[in-house]
């Protein structure tokens, strides 16, 4: 009987989080692949590794830097199997141009556009800092890398974004 | 005091630091400060930027749909008793931005409610900044601080312990209301007040003197610009 109320526990808790998680992961994978499919792939293959190893997590409050990595090791993951090519730049953003659209506000479809069209190694780490709330050094922590590097790669996403738009160049750190 | 240069290394990839030799900087340097100033609204268009709806599920079916759709049947059941009560909060009677509210903090409930650690002052100043706003000390502990999607809009959330119990306090300036609004459903009660630019809720569950409790914390937010 406990461990049936246990289970049941187990399972609200973690539905809970797929629901309250589900959009910033799916938002996270997007801006990973730049794609709508994959991202839904790899979300739903993610919340599946998730749910299998849902007792290693023991501080729940770690569940969206969990989860968020998860998702970034299964899309490096899926990437390799599937052995993805690197995508046309203007193709992806024809095909995924319903997600980019930012009807009534130009400046923000322009901006999108500018991040979409980052590279990986600038992107990831922008989306982590603005868009997921986490300090340099979780991010760091959570790409495997030193801080330093991540501080470096913000630095130039911020200053690429600044030459895609047009406004004055900045300085290279 | 650090350089030009090193000033601009460094906001380039924190605009909103608090580091102590930036701000040092920045008091001496005008044209240092307005170029931060440039990156953190830089930044807050970034962050719309970035909130993108989250995509839709694709239309396929293929060879994998059916383990797919395994998963969205456990997904589903797993989620059944969260969804009927947000079920029963969406069909609740009420104004449209009191039931947001409501099922934004319900939903949020238990990252947020979790952490009951202090944040530091520049995790919830990086949260509020974008808003130009800051919150002093006076409001409580901040232990959650995070930029949410309410209502197709990005928008700060914070979690303030206080000695009456914690409240979450979601700041909506995109909606504007006349007066304030009160909220009471399945043991939480709340408020959403006008604010010189849009609107504060305050939210908490079996909060003594929640009015009381959200006038402090409303009290204690700065609005900018």
């Known amino acids: 009987m406990n461990r049936g109320n246990g289970e049941t526990d187990r399972r609200r808790r973690f539905g809970t989080l797929c629901e309250s998680l589900r959009p910033d992961l799916l938002r996270f994978a997007w801006w990973l692949?730049?794609?709508?499919?994959l991202a839904e792939d790899v979300v739903q293959e993610s919340m599946l590794r998730a749910w299998k190893s849902f007792d290693s997590l023991t501080d729940e409050s770690k569940a969206k830097a969990w989860l968020l990595t998860i998702v970034r090791r299964e899309f490096a993951r899926?990437?390799?199997?599937?052995?993805?090519?690197?995508?046309?730049?203007?193709?992806?953003?024809?095909a995924e141009s319903a997600v980019l659209a930012a009807p009534g506000d130009a400046r923000v479809g322009e901006m999108r556009?500018?991040?979409?069209?980052?590279?990986?190694d600038y992107r990831e780490p922008l989306v982590l800092q603005v868009l997921m709330g986490y300090s340099t050094k979780e991010i760091a922590g959570m790409m495997?890398?030193?801080?330093?590097?991540?501080?470096?790669?913000?630095?130039r996403a911020r200053a690429k974004l600044r030459q895609l738009l047009g406004l004055a160049p900045e300085a290279e750190a | 005091m650090i350089t030009c240069l090193e000033f601009r290394r460094r906001v380039g990839a924190e605009?909103?630091?608090d580091d102590a030799e930036v701000a040092e900087h920045r008091q001496g340097c005008p044209v240092c400060a307005r170029y931060q100033d440039e990156l953190r609204a830089m930044d807050s268009l970034i962050q719309r930027a970035l909130a993108v709806d989250p995509p839709a599920k694709a239309e396929r079916v293929n060879a994998k749909g059916a383990s797919r759709r395994r998963f969205f049947a456990i997904a589903a059941s797993l989620v059944a008793g969260v969804a009927v009560g947000s079920i029963l909060l969406v069909t609740a009677p009420r104004a449209s931005v009191a039931r947001e509210v409501m099922g934004h903090v319900t939903r949020e409930a238990v990252e947020s409610m979790a952490r009951t650690a202090p944040l530091a002052p520049d995790a919830v100043a990086q949260v509020l900044g974008p808003d130009g706003m800051r919150l002093k000390p006076s409001a409580g502990i901040v232990t959650f601080a995070a930029r949410c999607l309410f209502d197709g809009r990005v928008v700060p959330h914070l979690v303030v312990r206080t000695p009456e119990g914690p409240v979450t306090v979601l700041v909506l300036r995109h909606?504007?209301?006349?007066?304030?609004?009160?909220?009471?459903?399945?043991?939480?009660?709340?408020v959403v007040m006008p604010a010189p630019r849009g609107a504060i809720a305050?939210?908490?569950?079996d909060?003594?003197?929640?009015?009381?409790?959200?006038?402090k914390v409303f009290d204690a937010v700065e609005f900018g610009g």
């Not at chain 1, 692949?33 to 499919?37: I, L, N, Y």
């Not at chain 2, 909060?207 to 006038?215: E, F, H, P």
Request: charged share 30%; proline share 4%.
């Open chain 1, 33 to 37: 692949g730049r794609d709508r499919a």
């Open chain 1, 78 to 94: 899926s990437f390799e199997k599937k052995r993805l090519e690197l995508p046309d730049v203007d193709a992806l953003v024809a």
């Open chain 1, 113 to 120: 556009e500018a991040i979409f069209r980052l590279d990986a």
């Open chain 1, 144 to 155: 495997g890398m030193q801080q330093g590097a991540v501080l470096t790669r913000l630095f």
């Open chain 2, 15 to 17: 605009p909103f630091t």
């Open chain 2, 175 to 190: 909606r504007s209301i006349g007066e304030p609004m009160h909220l009471d459903e399945q043991g939480y009660t709340g």
């Open chain 2, 202 to 205: 305050v939210v908490g569950h």
């Open chain 2, 207 to 215: 909060v003594a003197d929640l009015d009381g409790v959200a006038k």
